[in-house]
């Protein structure tokens, strides 16, 4: 059917109605109750839907959430599934800190278990849009569409379930409005910082979000954890950097090392225990054992930043037996460098020197590199 118009009349334009001029990225279901100095921050919401983002807004905050977590900034000490090991590492948190927090999305099915196990309960729940989710999960071939979006919605609605019955308090974000520009980021932290009464000054308001890369955009450590590890065809002459190797006993006399278990790590450290320079070469003569797939179990790079060496602070660049050049960058703060396989058990033989850099060198691409899109932060949202 079509109508007719006016010949003598300009057609107007359609005009929205109803329109809501504010458009939120947060929500406070219950509201946080005055006085309470020591609680515990648990982030629900589905994997790849944004949980990883509010942890790490949370660590930038200075939220204690765990020691030994990387860019999804998830504490491997709350993957598990047994309530009795649960409510022991809790308690173990609580005498660290009075404020803590942890994110795993599965752990979406024992909300019962946790609304009486933590210490004054704070829940922040990101949202985002279910078919970005399972875009995510497909990008990553994990899973179908149809069964990304089931378990999707069975995760949100077990957390809709408890919000309607929980008197603790709840902060609602929308994904996609907080990573949707400066003032959504902005908004999305600020929101974070009143709901815990945490104070959020302009150096770590600037900090917080910088944990916010954009939809989809890939996640981020913590600025003083920060390492890039580019692999190059070529290095250029530059003065020879000492490294101490600390763990002298793992190589044999004809100057293999094998690797059977994870825990052993070919680590060095600088003279006096200065941390590793913000840049530097390394070049690595490399080995590997008859029968070793270079490019299925490659060389790690380690980074010492908290007293530990741990697969979220490692690199795993391109490898090749024979020489091979790396341009590190750290943010400054490493305490130690170190190498182990992807895999045991695993023989390498390994030779390393570092060197120098200069301003110059950062123009990695006259040196033949493998291209990146790695953010690097700014050092000075960097914390000691």
């Known amino acids: 059917m079509s109508f007719p118009l006016d010949q003598d009349k300009k057609p107007e334009r359609n005009k929205p109605l109803l329109a809501t001029p504010l458009k939120r990225c947060s929500l406070v279901l219950n509201p946080p109750r005055l006085g309470e100095q020591k609680k515990t921050v648990m982030v629900l919401g589905v994997e790849r839907g944004g949980t990883s983002m509010v942890a790490g807004i949370l660590r930038a905050l200075g939220v204690n ?136 000054g302009e150096d770590m308001l600037n900090r917080a979000m910088a944990m916010i890369t954009g939809d989809g955009a890939g996640y981020v450590n913590l600025p003083e954890h920060f390492f890039a590890v580019t692999a190059t065809q070529q290095m250029p002459e530059r003065r020879a950097l000492e490294l101490q190797l600390q763990t002298p006993e793992l190589i044999s006399p004809d100057g293999w090392i094998d690797f059977d278990v994870f825990k052993k790590k070919l680590t060095f450290v600088r003279p006096d225990h200065v941390p590793l320079p913000r840049t530097f070469w390394l070049r690595v003569d490399l080995d590997a054992g008859r029968g070793i797939d270079l490019s299925i179990c490659p060389l790690r790079i380690y980074f010492d930043y908290i007293g530990a060496l741990f697969p979220a602070h490692c690199a795993r660049p391109p490898v090749k037996r024979g020489t091979n050049f790396f341009l590190v960058e750290t943010s400054g703060m490493a305490k130690a460098l170190a190498f182990g396989p992807l895999q045991v058990p695993t023989r390498f033989n390994i030779r390393a020197q570092a060197f120098d850099a200069t301003t110059e060198d950062e123009n990695m691409s006259a040196y033949g590199a493998i291209a990146d899109n790695l953010s690097r932060p700014d050092p000075s949202l960097a914390t000691r």
């Open 65 to 200: 959430m765990g020691d030994r977590v990387g860019f999804n900034h998830e504490d491997a000490q709350f993957i598990v599934e047994d309530t009795a090991v649960l409510g022991r590492r809790i308690q173990a948190r609580n005498k660290q800190a009075d404020v803590w927090g942890f994110k795993v999305p599965k752990l979406v099915q024992y909300l019962d278990f946790f609304e009486g196990a933590l210490r004054n309960p704070h829940y922040i729940i990101v949202y985002r849009n279910l078919l970005a989710v399972a875009d995510s999960w497909q990008q990553r071939g994990a899973g179908s569409v149809v069964n990304t979006l089931d378990r999707t919605l069975d995760y949100y609605n077990r957390i809709i379930q408890h919000s309607k019955h929980t008197r603790r308090p709840v902060l609602m974000l929308n994904y996609e409005r907080a990573v949707s520009s400066d003032a959504g980021k902005e908004e999305a932290v600020r929101a974070i910082g009143e709901f815990l009464g945490l104070d959020v």
